[in-house]
């Protein structure tokens, strides 16, 4: 059974950082993609960032873009997401996903098959 867990979250100021983790554990983690998502109240869920299979290739969504950073250790099977500068309108719960499609440029939410609980990030101002 795939499990993701995600930790790290919390209340943070503008402008300060968090470290989001994502242990991952009944696949060979190796072989896929890891992205991350996040869910605003009354919003819909939206890609942050991905990381291929190997660690070499990520991509970021435009609004986070020199401020996150996704890294992975395909030996402890777990992917971390630096978050640096933060804003208000960075506050969400923050998902990690995967695909057994294995195509780590996908965005889309709806072609994740597996989830993490999600962690609660929250940025006053």
């Known amino acids: 059974q795939v499990q993701l867990v995600e930790s790290g979250g919390g209340l943070v100021q503008a402008g300060g950082s968090l470290r989001l983790s994502c242990a991952a554990s009944?696949?060979?983690?190796?072989?896929?993609?890891m992205v991350w998502f996040r869910q605003a109240p009354g919003k819909e869920r939206e890609f942050v960032g991905a990381?291929?299979?190997?660690?070499?290739?990520?991509s970021y969504t435009d609004s986070v873009t020199g401020r996150f950073t996704i890294t992975r250790d395909n030996v402890k099977n777990m992917v971390s997401l630096q978050m640096n500068s933060l804003k208000p309108e960075d506050t969400a719960v923050y998902y990690c996903a995967s695909t057994v499609s294995l195509d780590w440029g996908n965005r889309d939410p709806n072609a994740m098959n597996y989830w993490g609980n999600g962690t609660l990030v929250t940025v006053s101002p």
């Open positions: 990381i291929s299979q190997s660690g070499d290739s990520t």
């Open positions: 009944g696949l060979t983690f190796r072989w896929y993609p």
